[in-house]
């Protein structure tokens, strides 16, 4: 296998958490999350089956594998929200992206009901993250593999980050095929 350039895997870079909450950047992520559909949609617009089979990378998730994951790893997301305003410091449930890439839902379903799951899922989180007070914002869960506990803020900051992270991937792939 030969050495894949960071900026093919980390295309806008790697995801860097602020030390504390600072309200423009959170309310900046609640508008990348609610645009992210839209954005998914013209990343993908014109492409056929084969190209959305071909991995991005050497290594890497085909195209229709991104958008699967997208909406698997975004609604796994959510729910940590919604048990961190409804439970006081819960521990949330890891799981294994790798392998979940691999399930038969994501290699034989279309990616577009993925992308349609991201528009309603979206549309949802955005109006409950915009939603929260000050205090709702700082609200958290128990990540056991990392070992600390992640605050609302937190996640809304990174899953904006991990959208545009994954979009670019798919339009720096499509550039480098020449697929404009």
Known sequence: MQTVPEEWIYPVGRFAAPETLDVTAFEDA???IKVLPRILDACVENLDEEQLRMPYRDGGWSIQQIIH????????????????????????????QDLWAETNDVLLVPHNYSITMLHAL????????????????????????SEEYVAIWEVAL?????????????RSFRSRMEWL
């Open 30 to 32: 609640i508008r990348e």
């Open 158 to 170: 990174k899953y904006a980050w991990h959208g545009r992270h994954h979009a670019m991937q798919i």
């Open 122 to 145: 979206h549309h949802r989180w955005a109006v409950l993250l915009a939603s929260l007070s000050p205090e709702q914002r700082l609200r958290r869960f128990y990540h056991p593999e």
């Open 69 to 96: 994951h997208l909406a698997d790893s975004h609604m796994n997301a959510y729910i940590r929200c919604k048990l961190a305003l409804t439970e006081n410091d819960p521990v949330i449930k890891p799981y294994d």
